[in-house]
Nanobody, 124 residues
């Protein structure tokens, strides 16, 4: 059983930056591909970024390409989401998720474990 804990959310002005962290416990970190998802009020959960378990292949939603970067540090059992150029429409709860698979996946249903989420609010 893998437990995931997100941190790093907060309130930031448009154009600002935040770095989210997700620390894993209770499992073998290298066995899981990792993803970040978000859910804004009244909207469906959506894929933000993912990183594979091997060779750290990454994938991004079109609306964050060039602004967000996902990375993982196996020694710290942590995955990061560096968010630059934040916009008010990025306001959401951001969730970290882990999946037992080789490839990056944008489908939330393919992830086995989820964190509790961290709130990101971007003011205009």
């Amino acid at each position: 059983q893998v437990q995931l804990e997100e941190s790093g959310g907060g309130l930031v002005h448009a154009g600002g930056s935040l770095r989210l962290s997700c620390t894993a416990s209770g499992g073998t970190f290298s066995s899981y591909g990792m993803g970040w998802f978000r859910q804004a009020p009244g909207k469906d959960r959506e894929f933000v970024a993912g990183i594979s378990r091997i060779n750290s292949r990454t994938d991004y939603a079109d609306f964050v390409k060039g602004r967000f970067t996902i990375s993982r540090d196996s020694s710290k059992i942590t995955v990061y989401l560096q968010m630059n150029g934040l916009k008010p429409e990025d306001t959401a709860i951001y969730y970290c998720a882990a999946r037992a698979g080789w490839l990056v996946s944008p489908r939330g249903a393919e992830y086995n474990y989820w964190g509790q989420g961290t709130q990101v609010t971007v003011s205009s």
